[in-house]
Every structure is written in structure tokens, then in C-alpha cells.
């Protein structure tokens, strides 16, 4: 009874197109090192004209491009001690404890340049020759979109800073701050120390 429970658990929290943990496994892993003694950093990955791609290409080439991602993600991070795990959609997380912030900022960039250049795979000759695509925007006006890439933002979190801080960290809310950043930049940082 018990180990069905687990499973049961594992397949409720697991990301049927990933297979990656969901939002309920990617919310214990962040409230259980919040409790150590270890500094932490997390990683918000999201792909930039996702939806204008999807509305074009259809949804099972943008399942592959979401599976694409997912295995470049696992592949340049799970072998280095990283938890990763699929938000949801074009939303991915990663996360690492006790990490050094220049590999950590070499392993994000590696991630991200290995999407881009494999993404390009899913877009017909016309859109590659031009370097972008046409699409219909939120509105439905016709627009160009660039080829899709990703964004990331990175959040550090000292340990003697949550040491010291009594106060609840609105975790969320700083990704989502520094995800409007990353739209701009590619990459955007900030430390909580």
C-alpha cells in the first residue's frame, strides 16, 4: 500500500511530456535547502516566441521542441548534482546547492546556446533564410517574431543570509522579476547575500 502511494505520488508530480518533477516536487526541493545550511541557487528557463512558434508549427512540433529542450537540460545538468524539473509548458527550473556562480553561469550559458542552435531544426528553409518567422501576435495582427531562443534567470541565496533573515522569501516573485529581465538580455543575475 505504501509503495503505490510513492508511485502514485511520483506520477501525479512527474511531467507526463518530460517525464521531469513537477511544480509540487520543484516547491519541496526549494522549501527543503531554504531549511539547510547551504547556499542555493535557482534557475528559470523560458523560451522566448514560444507561442507564436506553436500557433505556426502546431502542437506536437512544439511538444518536440519541449522535449528537445528537456533533453539538453538534463543532459548538460543532471550530471553535474542539479535538480531539474518542468513547470510547465516552456517553463523549466534548475536548482543546485553549495554551486560555484561561474560554472553555474557557464553551465546556464551552455544550455542556452545549445537551444538555439538546435531549435533551428524545427523551422522551415523560408523562416531560417530570414531569420525570423511570421505570425499572428496576441491580437492577431501579423508580426515577425525572431527564431525562438531562451531566456534564464538566475536567483543565488547566501545560507548566512537566510541565516539571519526571519522574513519570508518571495522566491517567485525575484524569478519573476529577473525572467522580464532575462527577456532583454538572455541571461539576468541577482544574489540575495
Known sequence: MVIHKVKLYEAINTNPLTGLPGNMKIKEYID??????????????????????????????????????????????????????????????????????????SDVKHVVESFKKQVVSFYDKEDISNGYMVSKDRDGNLKHFKLMSVSAAILCIDKKFLKISKHNLHISEILADLKKSAKVSGISLACII
Not at 512558434?53 to 502546431?58: A, E, I, P, R, S
Not at 550530471?79 to 546547492?97: E, P, Q, R, S
Request: overall charge negative; cysteine-free; aromatic content about 18%.
Open 32 to 105: 527543503k535547502n531554504l531549511m539547510k545550511d547551504v547556499d542555493l541557487v535557482l534557475i528559470y528557463f523560458d523560451f522566448d516566441n514560444f507561442k507564436p512558434f506553436n500557433d505556426k508549427y502546431g502542437f506536437r512540433v512544439g511538444d518536440r521542441v519541449i522535449q528537445l529542450f528537456s533533453n539538453i537540460i538534463t543532459s548538460t545538468l543532471l550530471n553535474k548534482n542539479y535538480f531539474v524539473g518542468h513547470i510547465g509548458g516552456d517553463d523549466f527550473f534548475a536548482a543546485k546547492t553549495n554551486y560555484n556562480l561561474d560554472e553555474v553561469i
